[in-house]
């Protein structure tokens, strides 16, 4: 049961870790502020301005401390290989895609389509695993 626990927090800190660098990248952090204004308007809650702005500001402190995350997450599965393989890489993905430097800005694109590769396949590889495993349990009880 602890083993349990213990395998739930690493794999809730990578799923952090993943989230707190998207939010680095300033382009992800207006798209997710018009869509909140977007759902809020449906809502029929008006809001003038962009509700999440403080986020850019500390865009490039989450995104490291998601690096430093990631980074510890990667140790703990080289040792104990206790973590989804595919959680971590969609996660270095997100990482990748929401790299928030101004001075690679001009490289956005790159970083966008890597990073989006990169989850895409970690995304791919986890429905894959999940199929297998679904398919062999039903191939146990026909038996």
């Known amino acids: 049961m602890i083993r349990n626990i213990k395998e739930k927090l690493i794999g809730a800190s990578g799923s952090i870790s993943g989230t707190a ?15 909140l204004i977007a759902l809020l ?5 008006t809001v ?5 702005a403080f986020l850019t500001k500390i865009a490039v402190p989450l995104w490291s401390a998601a690096v ?5 997450t990667l140790y703990i599965y080289q040792k104990k290989k206790c973590i989804s ?7 270095t993905g997100l990482i990748i895609a929401g790299t928030p430097f101004q001075a690679v ?10 990073g989006g590769i990169t989850a ?3 995304i791919s590889l986890f429905i894959k695993e999940k199929i297998e495993k ?5 191939d146990k009880r026909k038996k």
């Open 134 to 138: 679904r398919r062999l349990k039903n």
């Open 48 to 52: 003038i301005g962009m509700p999440l």
């Open 41 to 45: 308007s449906l809502m029929g809650i």
């Open 68 to 72: 430093i995350i990631l980074l510890i």
């Open 21 to 35: 660098s998207i939010l680095g990248s300033w382009q992800v952090c207006h798209n997710v502020c018009l869509g």
């Open 85 to 91: 393989r595919n959680l971590l890489i969609l996660n």
């Open 105 to 114: 800005q001009e490289f956005s694109i790159y970083f966008w389509t890597i």
């Open 120 to 122: 895409f396949i970690g």
